[in-house]
């Protein structure tokens, strides 16, 4: 035997090695949670879940030998989806306490931090009975009650739904594939609520339930600020879009992703994705109507919004539009007004930061745009991607009977084009706004619709891994509330690009991608979470998907790939 080596007896204890540094040893099955307690960590932002060996976990997760730990905080993306889904859990069973006929669904997310929820079963809640649910939320809290985990056999899970009357998560486990489901407990209420949880209700201390509109918000804070809470904001014309969604989602008859797998299993999908088609081209159209009985007024349609929202092929569909209303629209990209890359601001990383305000040549955009509505010709410049370097573009001219069109993320910024007679300007935000939730307590944020939508694209047009694409994705999120989501408002109009079918079709195009990502990378626990609410759809064939549509901007295919508006 080596002098190295000896014979021993088995260890009844584990090191946690934090990423920070710190080593704790316990009892072999100690909880993370524990552990936690036990070492040095600041009390804000409030610790929520945890990396274990590269994986994400709850903090309940037991330590059964030697582990490696990243604890993840309110500031943390992942850290603070445990923490609003376990503050949607809380929400539900208390309203199920107070108010036992009562349906919370929760709807939509809000760009100050807040679920925007509304009540079924009843009349909308008041002021008063929202200020009882809030206290009774906290206290709870107060009582640190723990949340508890159980995998029961899907006959149990339809059986407890059954009795609930929750016809939503029926349609949803008909497309189970595991022979159990994993249960919340909190109290006496039972859910199923899609991810991980909090170990107890203690963790959940900053929240507020305010009315709003016809429903009311569940207030959480934002991993920017991770310990307070933002005012709550008025979105007349987000709420609007989102409200004519749900209206869509009516005449479709799809409620929720139940409702849309038995379209795909009843082999029902091409009449849904053709009212779906139909609609959207409806509003485009519309929209297109009303820029030209404004034509004598505007000269200047600038459309903005976040990353992968089909700002491009709305821009194009809108200019066919145009066409048929007998106005020549002229298209350019806010893109080729970059700065040479040497002129580009830094990022806190000290990287280029192409999504900066500043990083556009801003006087030579204004230039352009005054001389082409006095009628001058002008030749634009092209940014070449490669280089870094601006060259020369195509050279036009526009008449009375023409109406400029750019496309580009600072669209709806004031101090875009401060030139430019405001009356003269027309602003357009474009956004994936979906509205199709997995069932009425689990939502589907309308930001993995989009990054969905970009790992696909950038896979088949870039060349990039979803990997790739994932990495890029926190980077790009900021750039979106900086300088995107703060001006949405400014729109005159928004368009919502968002297809209720269109997650049954990106599917089977994403998930391969996502599974080449490899245990332990980085990415791969953003791959694992995508992957895990996708399993929920039944898969539908690209094949039946319009060549014309705004998704085959993403999955490829489009007849307008190579259409270009020049007047």
């Given at each position: 035997?080596?002098?190295?080596?000896?014979?021993?007896?088995?260890?009844?204890?584990?090191?946690?090695?934090?990423?920070?540094?710190?080593?704790?040893?316990?009892?072999?099955?100690?909880?993370?949670?524990?552990?936690?307690?036990?070492?040095?960590?600041?009390?804000?932002?409030?610790?929520?879940?945890?990396?274990?060996?590269?994986?994400?976990?709850?903090?309940?997760?037991?330590?059964?030998?030697?582990?490696?730990?990243?604890?993840?905080?309110?500031?943390?993306?992942?850290?603070?989806?445990?923490?609003?889904?376990?503050?949607?859990?809380?929400?539900?069973?208390?309203?199920?306490?107070?108010?036992?006929?009562?349906?919370?669904?929760?709807?939509?997310?809000?760009?100050?931090?807040?679920?925007?929820?509304?009540?079924?079963?009843?009349?909308?809640?008041?002021?008063?009975?929202?200020?009882?649910?809030?206290?009774?939320?906290?206290?709870?809290?107060?009582?640190?009650?723990?949340?508890?985990?159980?995998?029961?056999?899907?006959?149990?899970?339809?059986?407890?739904?059954?009795?609930?009357?929750?016809?939503?998560?029926?349609?949803?486990?008909?497309?189970?594939?595991?022979?159990?489901?994993?249960?919340?407990?909190?109290?006496?209420?039972?859910?199923?609520?899609?991810?991980?949880?909090?170990?107890?209700?203690?963790?959940?201390?900053?929240?507020?339930?305010?009315?709003?509109?016809?429903?009311?918000?569940?207030?959480?804070?934002?991993?920017?600020?991770?310990?307070?809470?933002?005012?709550?904001?008025?979105?007349?014309?987000?709420?609007?879009?989102?409200?004519?969604?749900?209206?869509?989602?009516?005449?479709?008859?799809?409620?929720?992703?139940?409702?849309?797998?038995?379209?795909?299993?009843?082999?029902?999908?091409?009449?849904?994705?053709?009212?779906?088609?139909?609609?959207?081209?409806?509003?485009?159209?519309?929209?297109?109507?009303?820029?030209?009985?404004?034509?004598?007024?505007?000269?200047?349609?600038?459309?903005?919004?976040?990353?992968?929202?089909?700002?491009?092929?709305?821009?194009?569909?809108?200019?066919?539009?145009?066409?048929?209303?007998?106005?020549?629209?002229?298209?350019?990209?806010?893109?080729?007004?970059?700065?040479?890359?040497?002129?580009?601001?830094?990022?806190?990383?000290?990287?280029?930061?192409?999504?900066?305000?500043?990083?556009?040549?801003?006087?030579?955009?204004?230039?352009?745009?005054?001389?082409?509505?006095?009628?001058?010709?002008?030749?634009?410049?092209?940014?070449?991607?490669?280089?870094?370097?601006?060259?020369?573009?195509?050279?036009?001219?526009?008449?009375?009977?023409?109406?400029?069109?750019?496309?580009?993320?600072?669209?709806?910024?004031?101090?875009?084009?401060?030139?430019?007679?405001?009356?003269?300007?027309?602003?357009?935000?474009?956004?994936?706004?979906?509205?199709?939730?997995?069932?009425?307590?689990?939502?589907?944020?309308?930001?993995?619709?989009?990054?969905?939508?970009?790992?696909?694209?950038?896979?088949?047009?870039?060349?990039?891994?979803?990997?790739?694409?994932?990495?890029?994705?926190?980077?790009?999120?900021?750039?979106?509330?900086?300088?995107?989501?703060?001006?949405?408002?400014?729109?005159?109009?928004?368009?919502?690009?968002?297809?209720?079918?269109?997650?049954?079709?990106?599917?089977?195009?994403?998930?391969?991608?996502?599974?080449?990502?490899?245990?332990?990378?980085?990415?791969?626990?953003?791959?694992?979470?995508?992957?895990?609410?996708?399993q929920w759809f039944e898969p539908c064939s690209d094949e039946l998907v319009p060549d014309n549509s705004l998704l085959r901007e993403f999955i490829g295919g489009s007849i307008l790939q190579d259409y270009n508006v020049r007047g």
């Amino acid at each position: 035997m080596s002098q190295n080596i000896w014979p021993t007896q088995p260890r009844i204890t584990a090191q946690v090695k934090f990423s920070d540094g710190q080593v704790l040893e316990g009892p072999l099955n100690t909880t993370i949670a524990d552990f936690v307690r036990a070492g040095y960590f600041p009390a804000e932002p409030i610790p929520v879940a945890c990396l274990v060996n590269g994986q994400l976990r709850e903090l309940t997760y037991h330590a059964d030998r030697d582990l490696n730990v990243q604890v993840l905080t309110l500031a943390d993306s992942d850290g603070m989806r445990v923490y609003r889904r376990s503050l949607a859990l809380l929400l539900i069973a208390v309203a199920n306490e107070l108010f036992p006929k009562a349906q919370i669904v929760i709807d939509y997310g809000l760009n100050f931090g807040a679920f925007y929820c509304e009540v079924e079963g009843r009349q909308p809640f008041s002021r008063a009975e929202l200020k009882q649910i809030e206290q009774r939320m906290r206290e709870l809290v107060n009582a640190n009650l723990p949340i508890l985990k159980q995998r029961i056999p899907l006959d149990e899970a339809e059986q407890l739904f059954k009795a609930r009357h929750a016809d939503d998560k029926l349609r949803l486990l008909k497309s189970r594939r595991k022979p159990y489901l994993t249960i919340y407990t909190l109290g006496q209420y039972r859910d199923y609520l899609h991810g991980y949880m909090v170990p107890s209700t203690g963790y959940l201390k900053h929240f507020a339930v305010d009315p709003y509109l016809d429903g009311f918000v569940l207030r959480y804070p934002r991993s920017s600020q991770p310990d307070q809470l933002q005012p709550c904001v008025d979105y007349p014309q987000l709420v609007s879009v989102f409200n004519e969604y749900g209206d869509w989602m009516v005449k479709l008859g799809v409620k929720d992703v139940g409702a849309l797998n038995e379209r795909v299993v009843t082999n029902n999908m091409m009449e849904t994705i053709l009212v779906s088609e139909a609609l959207q081209e409806l509003r485009i159209a519309q929209i297109g109507t009303l820029l030209a009985s404004l034509q004598n007024k505007i000269q200047l349609v600038l459309i903005s919004g976040p990353s992968s929202s089909g700002k491009t092929t709305f821009s194009k569909r809108l200019a066919i539009q145009l066409m048929a209303n007998g106005v020549q629209p002229i298209a350019m990209g806010l893109d080729d007004f970059i700065v040479d890359r040497e002129k580009t601001p830094l990022d806190e990383a000290g990287e280029y930061d192409y999504e900066h305000i500043q990083a556009f040549d801003l006087e030579l955009l204004n230039d352009v745009l005054l001389r082409l509505m006095r009628g001058e010709t002008v030749t634009l410049p092209h940014y070449n991607f490669i280089t870094g370097k601006r060259e020369v573009g195509d050279t036009i001219s526009m008449s009375d009977q023409h109406l400029l069109i750019v496309e580009g993320i600072h669209g709806l910024n004031p101090d875009l084009v401060p030139h430019i007679p405001s009356d003269k300007v027309y602003r357009i935000y474009v956004s994936a706004l979906t509205q199709l939730n997995l069932d009425r307590h689990n939502r589907i944020a309308t930001t993995d619709t989009r990054l969905l939508r970009r790992i696909i694209r950038d896979a088949k047009q870039r060349g990039y891994t979803a990997r790739d694409t994932i990495n890029r994705w926190p980077k790009v999120r900021r750039g979106e509330h900086r300088w995107i989501f703060s001006y949405q408002e400014n729109a005159d109009v928004m368009f919502n690009s968002a297809l209720v079918y269109e997650l049954a079709v990106i599917k089977s195009l994403a998930e391969p991608l996502l599974l080449q990502i490899e245990p332990g990378k980085p990415e791969h626990v953003e791959a694992k979470r995508l992957l895990s609410f996708l399993q929920w759809f039944e898969p539908c064939s690209d094949e039946l998907v319009p060549d014309n549509s705004l998704l085959r901007e993403f999955i490829g295919g489009s007849i307008l790939q190579d259409y270009n508006v020049r007047g």
